[in-house]
């Protein structure tokens, strides 16, 4: 089986994958690379529910699925889950590359996992039924919502049997349930799991506009979901992030957290297994070991000019920017 290649090119666009290879912004343009991926891995596997995830997905994000109104989060817009889907194949296939055949996942927990990657943030769109004003406004609670999603789906494409494992694998890309407490009992689910995680971080530190996204749209998000700010037991508010650059200051805190404790501690470094696409290098490690770089280039001189990339947003409606920002005014002036 052939490599994947890093371009030498530093020209990247902004919404394609750390590669510059795959329009991360296009449900077709990565399910086609996905698809790719897993023929070769599992030539004789049919790709039918992975494409029909893929077109639902589509729908989903962009309202047209009966029920839902579309996506409406600047942070975790199409572009991001996407993104974090083809890190998900790419860790499955160079996992499966390198293991044992006992320890091997298989085509349909593979698959499973896939999906899961798919809709591991669909609890962010928000019902028609629904009273928040925003997605970001279900942050404390994305994640159940989204394996809510998952109980429905599965059973549409022929794996109802996979439902309750995928509902609980979910849960290893948020903060809702501690990983101990997810309750999976075969370690390979716990596997996908840790793949999962994985995926869904690198694909957002290794975004090339990592660093304004989460100084434009990451921080109104934070606020929406009440992660900016809270109260501790005496009443007293606490701030936790004042501003968008105030969590750009704490952005290098937080990528150096998220290696020890998430990536090569709770997730057991199974980032390592991109290393048998890539000819033994990781492209995500090194964009994000970039960002973080660059990162500390400007707080060291508060050289905020260094940040002027433009991020293309994906959302349903071109005006959920301003949206949002007007939200998030509104959400500081009653805290």
Same mark, same amino acid.
């Given at each position: ?13 902004? $919404? ?7 329009? @991360? ?166 596997? @996908? ?38 109260? $501790? ?36 470094? @199974? ?57 998030? @005014? ?6």
């Amino acid at each position: 089986m052939s490599s994947e290649q890093i371009p030498h090119s530093t020209h990247r666009r902004s $919404d394609y994958d750390v590669t510059d290879s795959v329009q @991360v912004s296009s449900a077709e343009a990565v399910s086609e690379a996905v698809r790719q991926l897993f023929a070769a891995q599992w030539p004789s596997q049919a790709f039918t529910p992975i494409a029909t995830a893929f077109h639902t997905f589509g729908d989903l994000v962009g309202g047209s699925l009966p029920g839902y109104t579309g996506i409406d989060t600047v942070y975790h817009d199409r572009q991001h889950t996407l993104d974090a889907s083809l890190a998900m194949a790419r860790l499955l296939v160079g996992y499966e590359r390198g293991a044992s055949p006992d320890d091997q996942l298989g085509f349909e927990r593979a698959a499973m996992g896939l999906i899961t990657a798919i809709f591991h943030d669909a609890g962010y769109v928000r019902k028609i039924t629904d009273t928040q004003r925003n997605g970001a406004e279900y942050t404390n609670c994305h994640v159940s919502r989204s394996a809510q999603f998952l109980s429905e789906f599965m059973p549409t494409i022929g794996m109802a049997q996979w439902a309750p494992i995928a509902m609980k694998v979910v849960h290893f890309s948020g903060y809702e349930i501690a990983f101990d407490a997810i309750g999976l009992d075969n370690p390979k689910d716990i596997k @996908v799991g840790h793949l999962l995680g994985t995926a869904d971080l690198i694909a957002q530190m290794s975004d090339r506009c990592y660093l304004e996204k989460c100084r434009d749209r990451l921080y109104p998000e934070f606020v929406l979901g009440g992660l900016a700010a809270n109260r $501790d037991a005496t009443g007293t508010m606490r701030i936790l992030y004042g501003s968008g650059l105030d969590l750009l200051k704490k952005t290098p805190a937080f990528i150096d957290s998220a290696i020890k404790n998430r990536l090569n501690g709770c997730f057991g470094g @199974v980032y390592h297994h991109l290393e048998n696409l890539f000819n033994g290098e990781n492209p995500y490690l090194q964009a994000m070991q970039q960002h973080r770089a660059y990162l500390e280039d400007i707080l060291h001189g508060e050289q905020w000019s260094m940040l002027r990339r433009q991020p293309p947003l994906f959302t349903k409606d071109p005006s959920s920017m301003q949206n949002v920002q007007q939200l998030m @005014v509104s959400h500081l002036k009653t805290v």
